[in-house]
């Protein structure tokens, strides 16, 4: 399998840990899980849309969404491309009205944040799952459990402090 | 004067109060001021910019400045055209790359931070002067910094306690 290849993938879940975010995308069809760290108000974008909350006045990326509508912009797909020095990239691949593809380069946080509001397929990178931390999706109820205390009690250092590059 | 009419206007200073911001816009050409409560986010957003900050990853409002431009729609002018029940309301026109013209509802600090990215011009409509309340700029060094303080120790309620709609 190339590096390059992309699995489809999905939130598996969001979670605040004091004043950030954890967000776990999981591939569709296997057991891997890519956790990121991402601000509170990236956090928040995502949960008002998963939640379906419905603000009064549109916020940033609802905004954000406006806007490509009116510039007649359709967004494809979302794709978390690359992890390197504990970061994470996202590419947003979006359609223009005469067909042209445009690829824009984003946080994976503001990225997802378009996704759930575009509801549009999202993809992550082999590469992805061979750098970022080891994680598999909990299968029983007290795995699920075990998991949930594991997420609450990690801070952004402990993702990062086993991980080595693999070639 | 009609109360369609629009003014120029300018960001006149940008403070945080505690857990929130306060953008306040200024004619120009003329004495008064606008003092508009925004989240901290939002302030964030704006000040990165002011200040010239480079952050090594795109944040939201650069995010959607490069999307905006992926998408050949030009941000032309912001416009702060309401106040209703306390809350701002402003617009962004945009054109599109055939000369089509649209126009999006935004919150008034989405707004500012696209303006101050897209350097365009910023328009505050009569009726947002006529509605706000009255705050004039201040002249001399001891009101600048009577003004400070006064930013400084107020809350939310404070700018609307005396807000009467006038005719």
Chains 1, 2 share one sequence.
Request: with cysteine; charged share 30%.
């Amino acid at each position: 399998m190339s590096k390059n290849d992309l699995k489809e993938a999905k939130i598996f879940s969001l979670a605040q840990v004091v004043d950030r975010c954890i967000v776990v995308v999981e591939e569709i069809g296997g057991p891997r899980l890519v956790p990121i760290w991402i601000g509170i108000f990236e956090g928040g974008a995502i949960a008002a849309e998963l939640t379906g909350q419905e603000p009064p006045r549109p916020m940033t990326h609802d905004l954000m969404m406006r806007m490509l509508k009116s510039a007649q912009a359709v967004v494809e797909k979302i794709v978390i491309n690359d992890l390197r020095d504990n970061t994470y990239f996202a590419a947003i691949h979006m359609t223009l009205l005469g067909g042209e593809k445009v690829v824009v380069d984003s946080r994976p946080s503001d990225a997802l944040a378009v996704a759930v509001r575009a509801r549009c397929p999202l993809y992550v990178a082999e590469v992805v799952f061979q750098k970022c931390p080891e994680l598999l999706k909990p299968i029983s109820e007290d795995e699920v459990k075990s998991f949930k205390e594991q997420l609450k009690n990690m801070k952004p250092e402990d993702f990062f402090k086993d991980l080595k590059e693999k070639p």
